[in-house]
T-cell receptor, first 110, second 113 residues
């Protein structure tokens, strides 16, 4: 079946270091969304990428969609303690449903 | 703007019992999703409604799970009978239309003993 994998599963960084999580789909995607889930909370939408090779920035966060529309990445520059949480990508392979990735749990050490 | 509402927030039941969850999406949102999130995993789509029609329920265990969205607004998800492996957080989300930003509710944490 269709799968969306993320690496790494866990990442511990010192505050101020950079962080990157990678998302890989077994099938071509129509679009991809990124969500952040704080411990004990629910997923919160960060961004959606639609075009092949698209790059979007939100302050310290940079999102990329691969040329083949099968992979994506999220890069955080100079992490802060407020960045703690689990980051999920969610890919839409067709018209309707989204398949969530396995998630990357980020811990930031002050 | 009010967010997605879910109730109850927590539920503890014994295996073989039944349970129901309720979700009220953001007003005007045509698409409603029910996800199951097991601890340490990503949300798994159980069922997706477009207005009051089902567009995907391929991962819904239909022998025990059922869901409805009457009048294209709020929705209920039922489990009958529950199994131990149903212990999870059940998340409801809505979006203006399929393929757009999803807004999640706080979830219902179900524990089956």
């Amino acid at each position: 079946g269709q799968q969306v994998m993320q690496i790494p599963q866990y990442q511990h960084v010192q505050e101020g270091e950079d962080f990157t999580t990678y998302c890989n789909s077994s099938t071509t995607l129509s679009n991809i969304q990124w969500y952040k889930q704080r411990p004990g909370g629910h997923p919160v939408f960060l961004i959606q990428l639609v075009k092949s090779g698209e790059v979007k920035k939100q302050k310290r966060l940079t999102f990329q969609f691969g040329e083949a529309k099968k992979n994506s990445s999220l890069h955080i520059t100079a992490t802060q303690t407020t960045d703690v949480g689990t980051y999920f990508c969610a890919g839409q392979p067709g018209t309707y449903k989204y398949i969530f990735g396995t998630g990357t749990r980020l811990k930031v050490l002050a | 703007e009010a967010g997605v509402a879910q109730s109850p927030r927590y539920k503890i039941i014994e295996k073989r019992q039944s349970v129901a969850f309720w979700c009220n999406p953001i007003s005007g949102h045509a698409t409603l999703y029910w996800y199951q999130q097991i601890l340490g995993q990503g949300p798994k789509l159980l069922i997706q409604f477009q207005n009051n029609g089902v567009v995907d329920d391929s991962q819904l265990p239909k022998d025990r799970f059922s869901a409805e969205r009457l009048k294209g607004v709020d929705s209920t998800l039922k489990i009958q009978p529950a199994k131990l492996e149903d212990s999870a957080v059940y998340l409801c989300a809505s979006s203006l239309w399929g393929g757009e930003e999803q807004y999640f509710g706080p979830g219902t944490r179900l524990t089956v003993t």
